[in-house]
């Protein structure tokens, strides 16, 4: 009883420092009042943030009242004033709160805290995303890359911040220090953006090697006893062979492409032998799609819907049989990559032709894709057996894609994927005929 009064006191504490920090006064006395709001927020249980923020939801709506009259007054007269009434009154004090929540010392890193708590609740309380749309629309303003620095992290690096590459590394783990060093050997680079209030944080970061030629395969790259190269005038390629977000609570906020794009630039600068900029990525959920039906999704325009596909595909689904076998069931019987036969290796091919070259518009479509092609890269090469790791043959039978990264070409890629177009290999368009 005791502890569940003192839970209900902490409740109410937040809440009543809360209603403090947005009043009138809360603006010339925010440094102290936001510190008194994150320390009461530090103090709730996790069982206790559905009612945190369900009161943010609840009370810190915009006036509708208030909306309906000022909209109706901008559309009777679209004047500066009116419009900036609009503008006012339709913003919800919820964003003023987190405004003056960053006056705190460390009020940045609070408030990352905050949306990482809420964003693990959202899916049980979906009437909370009015309060996540209100800290991501800030938090990707504070967090907009023109406000965050690019550092090299190299084995010199605070040993905290190397720590934290290790824990955050999501597609292919750093297997301890030994590991992390040959990733940071003069053949391979890191690179991650940093923000001035988190300075020993880093929020994302993408991982380098730097090659003679465009790879097929991930295992020489994380391949911790592999030789290292270590003259410059070998460095023809650089490969993008892993990037890795840092921070849930900035979940949604873009920083990755701009993180690729300046890494590119530098590495151009500092090596100009290198010719080339491209991904070794992995096909999450690919095998998941082919399992499924293959089916191309919403989004895809109908006019590259040709019959010719739909029978190419049609084709491979017959030829895996996965309606008798799953795919779990076909690699716990042993199947593998130089094991199959060429009829599968032109079947699961062809498939990930279409998934990459057809699909990736769509609603449904490929998450590692729609980034480096929404960044403006090209669908360069589709490589069999790139992957043999137990994760790789699950989620993708073992194959890798390299997506191209013409620094002359990105701004025309880009704009045409964002308008349902993708831009892929002459090699890419043969797999899919297949």
């Not at 790791?389 to 045409?416: I, T």
Request: net charge positive.
């Amino acid at each position: 009883m005791l502890e569940k009064l003192a839970k209900a006191r902490n409740l109410a504490k937040s809440n009543n420092a809360i209603k403090r920090l947005i009043s009138e006064r809360g603006e010339s006395n925010a440094v102290s009042m936001a510190d008194d709001v994150v320390n009461n927020y530090r103090k709730l249980t996790r069982d206790q943030y559905v009612a945190f923020f369900t009161y943010l939801f609840e009370k810190l709506n915009p006036d509708a009242a208030s909306v309906m009259e000022a909209a109706q007054n901008f559309v009777a007269e679209a004047s500066a004033r009116n419009y900036i009434r609009l503008q006012k009154v339709s913003e919800s004090p919820r964003q003023e709160l987190f405004r003056r929540l960053n006056r705190a010392s460390q009020g940045t890193a609070a408030v990352v805290q905050m949306r990482r708590d809420l964003l693990q609740i959202l899916d049980k309380k979906p009437e909370l995303a009015a309060v996540d749309f209100d800290m991501r629309h800030l938090l990707s303003s504070w967090f907009n890359p023109g406000f965050l620095k690019m550092h090299q992290v190299d084995w010199k690096s605070p040993a905290e911040v190397l720590e934290k590459l290790i824990q955050h590394e999501a597609v292919h783990a750093i297997d301890g220090w030994d590991d992390l060093r040959r990733r940071l050997q003069p053949d391979r680079r890191c690179f991650a953006f940093f923000h001035p209030q988190l300075p020993s944080e880093p929020l994302i970061f993408v991982e380098v090697a730097l090659l003679p030629e465009i790879p097929a395969v991930i295992t020489p790259l994380v391949d911790k006893k592999a030789e290292t190269l270590d003259q410059p005038s070998q460095f023809k390629v650089a490969v993008f062979y892993s990037i890795s977000n840092c921070e849930p609570g900035l979940r949604g906020v873009s920083m990755g492409n701009f993180l690729i794009k300046r890494v590119a630039e530098t590495l151009q600068a500092e090596f100009p032998t290198l010719k080339t900029f491209v991904t070794l990525s992995p096909i999450p959920g690919f095998m998941d799609w082919v399992a499924g039906g293959a089916n191309l999704g919403e989004g895809v325009p109908a006019e590259r819907l040709k019959p010719a596909l739909k029978t190419a595909r049609d084709q491979a689904l017959a030829v895996l049989k996965l309606e008798t076998q799953s795919w779990s069931e076909r690699l716990s019987a042993g199947w593998h990559p130089d094991q199959a036969s060429e009829k599968e290796k032109e079947a699961l091919l062809c498939l990930a032709s279409i998934y990459l070259g057809l699909a990736s518009t769509g609603r449904s479509g490929n998450p590692v894709a729609k980034f480096h092609l929404g960044n403006g890269a090209r669908l360069h090469l589709i490589n069999w057996a790139g992957d043999l790791s137990r994760k790789g043959l699950r989620q993708s039978a073992g194959l890798m894609v390299n997506y191209l990264y013409d620094l002359s070409a990105v701004e025309e890629n880009h704009e045409r994927f964002s308008n349902g177009e993708i831009v892929y290999s002459k090699a890419v368009a043969r797999l899919m005929a297949k």
